[in-house]
């Protein structure tokens, strides 16, 4: 399976939200009843941004060393795009019910900040990860 | 009725590649294969500019079967 290099693109953005899922959402799983305070964030607020902009020049320097032509952006990558933002547009309105629910759930203690922060990255990651694989999808069926 | 073309037969007669084709219409080549293969609908501007290119008429490139 060969993949184009808008494809490729899109890859990177699904392994960068796994690797997110995998690499930073464990910690904050670990301490969802934490309440930290906004110095205990910055290091893991620096690391995700380091891990990020490494990440991503990396990617694309590799992307674009191994496909050297421009990548066309024409009427039906504009379809695929839109089709992918409707749907990311609809989890996003699901994801905001969700989190408002796990706000005032009765059954349970307010949530600490480590606990929102659990919530809402956890819901970025899935809806980043099934816009980005419908948008995959798109590609390659359409 | 489904919109079917005659993009594909036109274009290897004229010795086109679909990147070839692709480039002359200003689109992807993946865009040029999915049109060959019926699974996207052209817009008006770009079915015109393929039968522009290709020499043909457009009622002669796309048809309902």
């Not at chain 1, 964030?41 to 941004?49: H, K, P, Q, S, V």
Request: aromatic share 10%; glycine share 4%; charged share 20%.
């Amino acid at each position: 399976m060969s993949l184009s290099k808008k494809e490729w693109s899109i890859a990177i953005e699904i392994v960068y939200s796994i690797a997110i899922a995998l690499v930073f959402l464990p910690f904050f799983v670990h301490n969802q009843a934490t309440s930290f305070e906004r110095a205990d964030l910055i290091g893991t607020l620096t690391e995700i941004t380091v891990f990020s902009v490494l990440y991503f020049s990396i990617a694309y320097a590799v992307l674009e060393l191994s496909h050297r032509s421009k990548i066309t952006d024409d009427e039906r990558c504009d379809m695929i795009h839109s089709k992918a933002y409707k749907l990311g547009y609809i989890l996003y309105e699901i994801a905001l019910l969700v989190f408002i629910g796990s706000l005032i759930r009765p059954a349970q203690a307010a949530l600490q900040n480590g606990g929102v922060i659990c919530v809402v990255l956890s819901l970025l990651i899935a809806i980043s990860t099934i816009k980005s694989v419908y948008q995959l999808y798109l590609h390659r069926t359409l | 009725m489904a919109l079917k073309n005659n993009v594909k037969a036109l274009r290897t007669e004229l010795n086109y590649t679909q990147e070839d084709l692709g480039k002359r219409v200003g689109v992807s080549r993946q865009t040029i294969i999915s049109i060959e293969r019926y699974r996207y609908k052209p817009s008006l501007e770009l079915a015109m500019k393929i039968a522009h290119e290709l020499g043909a008429k457009m009622e002669a490139l796309f048809y309902f079967e």
